[in-house]
């Protein structure tokens, strides 16, 4: 008799500083796919945090460094046992640096690569594979700077020639920077056995604004891109390659509501003049601070409108359902939103749904709606249903270790 569990498993290690998108999106929307991810970080444990950074290029030569979200770790390091992973997952930013210089990170690492199951390490992840020796014989790409590194511990550098470059090597799994998400996550679904079907031909459509909340937008623009679908964004008054500035919104000690800073600059990939919404199949509506002018521009409203009396898929977070109000698109609807959103649901004829928790979603129909980017892999995953997107994965009966038992 053969035994499968529930789901494959990814193992992730994490560290203070890692890059943020690097990070997030992967856990996200691997749990999304119907994955168990589990975060760990050396001296930590369940439900402690390690903080996040955003690195980006601006005016200057290198990169800006500036803080990101923190991400909420949901397993202890001392307590897990790497063999019994499907996949391994090393984000980078600056974490690696010291994670690779401690001898417990090294040595899990090892282990884990002893079963020969699939790794994906991105931009810096890839100094702890270096550190246990674990990139001698193999291809691969990083970040630019650690091409000697990568050179002296044996490897065959591919020359990373964008931010999204990529490389895969039997059951290695390589990428540039977080820019290259989309296909290092799939590249990495790959090597782990998984099956997408459904998303050939989909057109996805992101309407975006100044200071959209940056989880609610990258994280499914990118976990859907992983999935094959083709994905736009957009904002009123912008063409495609301007970039629209994310910010980032957390609860700070000891204030009774959250507040702001700036996060990435997010770039279109269409232009908002002249759009035709039969042209897709579904919207999404990230949340922030972009909303409430959104909200107003009759032009945003004649484009969702398109959308809900064509009866399409709509997905909505946070504060997008905002927008879905002023088009009257909630009425008869449930919908669940950030808590601050409930007076413009209730008051636009929706019917609310309390999000007892920052991760609550709900489906109504062709409509979903989240709370906030906790829900992330939530609000994915419904959206993948609605969508009629489905992810499967094939079990190697032959390889030790790859969670099955044999009676």
């Given at each position: 008799?053969?035994?499968?569990?529930?789901?494959?498993?990814?193992?992730?290690?994490?560290?203070?500083?890692?890059?943020?998108?690097?990070?997030?999106?992967?856990?996200?929307?691997?749990?999304?796919?119907?994955?168990k991810?589990?975060?760990?970080?050396?001296?930590?444990?369940?439900?402690?945090?390690?903080?996040?950074?955003?690195?980006?290029?601006?005016?200057?030569?290198?990169?800006?460094?500036?803080?990101?979200?923190?991400?909420?770790?949901?397993?202890?390091?001392?307590?897990?046992?790497?063999?019994?992973?499907?996949?391994?997952?090393?984000?980078?930013?600056?974490?690696?640096?010291?994670?690779?210089?401690?001898?417990?990170?090294?040595?899990?690492?090892?282990?884990?690569?002893?079963?020969?199951?699939?790794?994906?390490?991105?931009?810096?992840?890839?100094?702890?594979?270096?550190?246990?020796?674990?990139?001698?014989?193999?291809?691969?790409t990083?970040?630019?700077?650690?091409?000697?590194?990568?050179?002296?511990?044996?490897?065959?550098?591919?020359?990373?020639?964008?931010?999204g470059?990529?490389?895969?090597?039997?059951?290695?799994?390589?990428?540039?920077?977080?820019?290259?998400?989309p296909k290092?996550?799939?590249?990495?679904?790959?090597?782990?056995?998984?099956?997408?079907?459904?998303?050939?031909?989909?057109?996805?459509?992101?309407?975006?604004?100044?200071?959209t909340?940056?989880?609610?937008?990258?994280?499914?623009?990118?976990?859907?891109?992983?999935?094959?679908?083709?994905?736009?964004?957009?904002?009123?008054?912008?063409?495609a390659?301007?970039?629209?500035?994310?910010?980032?919104?957390?609860?700070?000690?000891?204030?009774?509501?959250y507040?702001?800073?700036?996060?990435?600059?997010?770039?279109?990939?269409?232009?908002?003049?002249?759009l035709?919404?039969?042209?897709?199949?579904?919207?999404?509506?990230?949340g922030?601070?972009?909303?409430?002018?959104?909200?107003?521009?009759?032009?945003?409203?004649?484009?969702?409108?398109?959308?809900?009396?064509?009866?399409?898929?709509?997905?909505?977070?946070?504060?997008?359902?905002?927008?879905?109000?002023?088009?009257?698109?909630?009425?008869?609807?449930?919908?669940?939103?950030?808590?601050?959103?409930?007076?413009?649901?209730?008051?636009?004829?929706?019917?609310?749904?309390?999000?007892?928790?920052?991760d609550t979603?709900?489906?109504?129909?062709?409509?979903?709606?989240?709370?906030?980017?906790?829900?992330?892999?939530?609000f994915?995953?419904?959206?993948?249903?609605?969508?009629?997107?489905?992810?499967?994965?094939?079990?190697?009966?032959?390889?030790?270790?790859?969670?099955?038992?044999?009676?």
């Amino acid at each position: 008799m053969v035994f499968f569990p529930a789901q494959k498993s990814v193992l992730m290690i994490c560290g203070d500083h890692m890059e943020k998108f690097e990070a997030k999106v992967a856990f996200q929307a691997l749990e999304a796919f119907g994955l168990k991810v589990d975060a760990v970080c050396p001296g930590k444990k369940a439900g402690d945090y390690v903080h996040t950074s955003i690195f980006q290029p601006f005016v200057y030569r290198s990169f800006s460094e500036t803080a990101g979200h923190k991400f909420t770790l949901n397993a202890t390091f001392d307590e897990v046992e790497p063999t019994e992973y499907n996949g391994l997952l090393t984000p980078g930013g600056r974490a690696p640096e010291y994670l690779a210089g401690i001898e417990s990170v090294v040595e899990l690492a090892k282990k884990y690569a002893q079963t020969g199951k699939p790794i994906a390490s991105i931009c810096h992840g890839s100094l702890i594979l270096a550190a246990g020796d674990l990139l001698r014989g193999r291809t691969l790409t990083a970040y630019p700077s650690l091409k000697a590194v990568v050179i002296a511990a044996g490897a065959q550098w591919v020359p990373a020639d964008s931010p999204g470059g990529y490389a895969v090597d039997g059951n290695l799994v390589s990428g540039v920077s977080y820019v290259a998400n989309p296909k290092f996550i799939s590249l990495f679904l790959e090597t782990l056995g998984c099956k997408v079907s459904g998303a050939d031909n989909k057109r996805i459509l992101f309407l975006c604004g100044d200071f959209t909340e940056g989880l609610e937008l990258m994280v499914p623009f990118q976990a859907l891109q992983a999935l094959g679908c083709h994905v736009d964004a957009v904002c009123p008054d912008k063409k495609a390659g301007e970039t629209c500035p994310t910010v980032i919104h957390e609860f700070l000690p000891g204030d009774q509501t959250y507040s702001g800073k700036t996060g990435y600059n997010f770039p279109l990939t269409e232009t908002f003049g002249g759009l035709d919404s039969s042209s897709y199949d579904a919207l999404v509506l990230p949340g922030g601070q972009a909303p409430e002018y959104l909200s107003v521009n009759e032009d945003v409203l004649t484009l969702v409108k398109g959308f809900t009396d064509a009866g399409k898929p709509v997905g909505s977070m946070g504060h997008g359902q905002m927008i879905l109000s002023f088009a009257d698109a909630l009425k008869g609807k449930k919908c669940t939103a950030h808590p601050s959103v409930k007076l413009n649901v209730v008051m636009a004829g929706g019917i609310w749904i309390e999000p007892n928790s920052l991760d609550t979603c709900f489906t109504d129909g062709n409509l979903v709606t989240g709370a906030t980017w906790r829900g992330n892999a939530q609000f994915i995953s419904q959206l993948m249903s609605v969508l009629g997107i489905q992810v499967s994965f094939t079990w190697d009966l032959d390889k030790t270790g790859d969670g099955v038992i044999l009676l």
